[in-house]
């Protein structure tokens, strides 16, 4: 069970941290691949969604692209597990519309929303970094399992911060939360995104769930559940 001193602020990944891997890639992902090409199509004119098409063709190198050609791409990141921007928004379009209509709930581990309460009352600023938009992120929480845990966080923040296994990322995190990097806890099942918070002063924590991949030889303090995590 590992133990933190003096963590003012926890930020969180969501998959196979605060979530199942499985609820993501078996619920979420096909849910967003099935409704987009019909969804693209009726809302391409939109601002909202004709931004999202335009950052993709510069994302992708698309010159003059079709809109099934752009749908055909989308497509293509979503069977590749692509953390491109304008996919991640767009999905977030398409899950608001699953999550409102009552199709699904998000997957929260059960240990996790007691553990959040309690940091939120110690006066703990709670904040999630995911590759996820950050519409994504709020709908996540919102429409849980567990009910509505979006009250409980400070802060969202996705890929247009930066890459998670980049350091600046975290550095850029660090000066919008209400802690300093020293101070702040980074929870994550990524070994890698753990190493980029680390330089960035972070303390960090290894998410062990089951369906993670492993990760051999990690050099941090891990844990299997949020209950398991120890703020002194």
């Known amino acids: 069970m590992p133990d933190f001193k003096d963590v003012n602020a926890v930020v969180t990944d969501i998959e196979g941290t605060t979530s199942s ?11 967003a691949a099935e409704h987009l090409p019909a969804y693209v199509r009726a809302h391409a004119q939109e601002p909202a969604v004709a931004e999202q098409l335009e950052a993709l063709n510069r994302e992708a190198g698309l010159q003059s692209p079709t809109l099934e050609a752009q749908i055909e791409q989308l497509l293509e990141w979503i069977r590749n597990d692509v953390k491109a921007t304008p996919l991640k928004t767009l999905q977030g ?16 581990y059960p ?6 309460r309690e ?19 709020k709908l996540f929480f919102e429409f849980s399992e567990a009910g509505n845990l979006l009250p409980l966080f400070d802060g969202h923040f996705d890929t247009t911060v930066g890459g998670k296994k980049e350091a600046e990322s975290y550095r850029a995190i660090a000066g919008s939360v209400s802690a300093s990097p020293e101070n702040t806890l980074f929870l994550s099942d990524v070994q890698e995104e753990l190493d980029a918070a680390a330089q960035a002063g972070f303390q960090v924590c ?27």
Request: aromatic residues 14%; glycine residues 6%; contains cysteine.
């Open 93 to 108: 379009y398409i899950w608001e519309a699953g999550y409102r209509s009552g199709d699904y709930r998000a997957h929260v």
């Open 21 to 31: 891997i499985s609820f993501v890639h078996d619920v979420l992902f096909p849910y």
């Open 111 to 116: 240990d996790v929303a007691p553990r959040l």
């Open 119 to 137: 940091w939120k009352e110690r006066g703990l600023s709670l904040c999630v970094y995911s590759s996820g938009s950050v519409l994504a992120q």
């Open 206 to 232: 290894l998410l062990e769930r089951p369906g993670n991949a492993p990760v051999a030889a990690h050099r941090y303090p891990s844990a299997t559940s949020f209950e398991a995590i120890t703020l002194l």
